[in-house]
């Protein structure tokens, strides 16, 4: 099973059409209360033709993380992001054997702006080829 190397839950409620920010995020982790893990990630929404679902498009641009805990035997992690949004999870590549991986991939959910869901849930977790813990 891959384990999680932190978490990161970001509240949309100020986002607004148009904007487009670049920031590090926290990841926390109980089983990590000292870990300085985070993660750099864009945002933009915008706007797109509108069809009975969706009116806009909330993109998530995964740059790199950095200070990941070592989960794996030999010091370092195989990180992968996941992207929660209005119920749908997307996930970025793995980077193997890494503790400052480093993805510039964009994960993007279709959505209406008028009922934006203010919350996102963004995990980093190390992948485990083995099939259990490492």
Known sequence: KDRCNGQCPINL?????????EQ????TDADHPDSEAE???GLLLRRKPADKDHDATLRF?????RKLPALDYGGTSDPYITITFEGKTKKTSTVFKTLQPVWHEQLE???LASELDSRVLVECF????AGSDD
């Open 13 to 21: 409620i100020d986002l607004s059409i148009g904007d487009n920010t």
């Open 24 to 27: 590090w995020y926290s990841l």
């Open 39 to 41: 993660v750099k990630l």
């Open 61 to 65: 641009r995964v740059v790199e993380a």
């Open 109 to 111: 959910f279709n959505t």
């Open 126 to 129: 190390d992948y485990d080829i």
